[in-house]
């Protein structure tokens, strides 16, 4: 690993280091954590280098906690000074914060293990053997592709292709210790076709993966974008109606991460979420089961243990169509009277929040060209844009992009329009779910079909 503090020193020792300086200083519970690592960016534009950036960070975050006060302190400066002083003034902090009875570490009953992170695949050498010189040749043979696409194809806003090589590690005071490696690569490309009047239609495609081997081809990834773009060109309103809506794979994503987001602890003990009162009860179509998983090999999303140190573990969230419950961290369980899900994300200067992991919505059988088939007039979602959803509520309302359905097929181009809904009667109106599963980051889903939304178009 190149993701190392200084000569010899892991960022497992530093984060050890940490918690035995903040014990030293008083500290009744404490944790820490360290990110180091290397990571990469190379742009290119029209064949040309725009951008070549290459750069390592190391950062420690220390949460120490007194009584129910909490108090959580972040550094990149770790020469052996200066963390004794960051040590003590962290626990001079807790000291006069308010305090919280349900502040404190996990059971250690609870605590994972790194012992099993090689076999969850997140780190892949090849990625960190990457030359410079190998990085620009994949972007620029990802732009290329997107520019001989389509003699349509007209400008290109350049292909971007990232790495970053990390070392992950958490240490608490009651004895848990845990690091892991980790690699990751995504390649993204953006075409621009000239549509009537000089207006530009710009398409996008990527791949993230943890390992080399998963990485779309630089090449499809760039075919894909031109086309994105082409297939906007001479895009149109439809009028107003109550139709089918059909999401590609990447729009369904969309969907899960906006019930994700209310299906935490977090979101349950401040009232802000629409799934309140609906453990155990229909919620979504019987087509629907949903999956936190952050246990799948080379995942974005996947880990041997969660952002407090307790051992990760698959949670369904939907299961054909009845909501199974709340992802939880160790403080939304105390308050909620619960159990933790295993499922703290954890930022260096943010206290340990519940997150989705892994999300996926399990596939069905159908081929996509079978959803579409028998719908009369609808709409193909390919892009969304906007925040409108409202957690508490549901409420959904975004612009969209796409293709007019007629008879079945795709029948022309549409772009600035509106879908509307609520969030929970669009689960509930899914009456096809297709078999192409696809990921994009720490999510999949396949094509799925909304038996009707309202669409204001023209």
């Known amino acids: 690993m190149t993701a190392r503090a200084a000569e010899g ?8 280091r940490a918690v035995q300086l903040a014990r030293r200083a008083g500290a009744e519970q404490c944790d820490a954590i360290v990110v180091a690592g290397s990571e990469s960016t190379v742009t290119v534009r029209l064949g040309e280098i725009e951008k070549l950036i290459e750069a390592g960070s190391i950062g420690l975050g220390l949460r120490v906690i007194q009584g129910g006060r909490t108090a959580i302190c972040a550094t990149s400066d770790l020469a052996p000074d200066a963390l004794e002083r960051f040590a003590a003034e962290t626990v001079e902090l807790a000291a006069i914060s308010a305090p919280d009875e349900y502040a404190g570490l996990p059971d250690p009953a609870l605590f994972g293990s790194a012992r099993d992170a090689a076999a969850l695949g997140l780190y892949d050498e090849r990625i960190e053997a990457l030359s410079p010189d190998e990085k620009i040749r994949l972007a620029r043979e990802c732009e290329a592709a997107a520019l001989a696409a389509d003699r349509r194809i007209t ?13 992950v590690a958490l240490v608490n005071s009651l004895g848990f210790e845990g690091s892991y490696p980790a690699t990751s690569i995504s390649l993204v490309a953006e075409a621009i076709a000239d549509d009537a009047e000089g207006k530009k239609r710009p398409g996008y495609w990527f791949s993230a993966e943890r390992s080399l081997s998963r990485l779309g081809d630089p090449a499809e990834v760039g075919r894909i974008a031109a086309r ?7 895009a149109r309103k439809p009028a107003t109606a109550r139709v089918p809506v059909v999401f590609e794979p990447m729009m369904a994503v969309s969907l899960l991460g906006h019930l994700a987001a209310c299906a935490t602890g977090d979101a349950l003990y401040r009232g802000a979420t629409f799934l309140a009162g609906r453990e155990g009860q229909a919620l979504a179509s019987p087509l629907v089961t949903i999956v936190d998983d952050p246990l799948l090999p080379g995942r974005f999303g996947t880990r041997p243990f969660d952002g407090e140190g307790v051992a990760a573990r698959r949670n369904v969230l939907v299961q054909a169509g009845r909501f199974e419950g709340f992802l939880f961290d160790c403080y939304t369980a105390r308050r909620l009277g619960r159990a933790t899900t295993g499922s703290a994300a954890r930022g260096l200067e ?14 069905g059988s159908l081929d996509p060209a079978d959803i579409l088939r028998g719908i ?15 957690p508490a509520t549901g409420d959904y309302s975004r612009g969209a ?6 008879d079945g097929q795709l029948a022309y181009p549409v772009s600035e329009v509106n879908v509307s809904g609520n969030l929970a009667q669009m689960l509930a109106d899914i009456d096809a779910v297709g078999s192409d599963l696809a990921w994009f980051g720490a999510a999949a889903a396949p094509t799925i079909r909304i038996r009707e939304m309202t669409v204001s178009g023209r």
């Open 9 to 16: 020193v892991s960022a497992l020792d530093i984060a050890r």
């Open 155 to 167: 400008n290109s806003d350049g292909a971007t292709l990232s790495t970053r090589v990390s070392e």
């Open 376 to 390: 009369p007039q609808g709409l193909y979602v390919t892009a969304l844009m906007g925040a409108g959803f409202n």
């Open 401 to 406: 992009a796409g293709f007019w359905i007629e």
């Open 350 to 363: 943010s206290a340990p929040a519940p997150s989705s992991s892994n999300l996926v919505l399990e596939p």
């Open 228 to 234: 994105r773009a082409v297939d906007q060109l001479g």
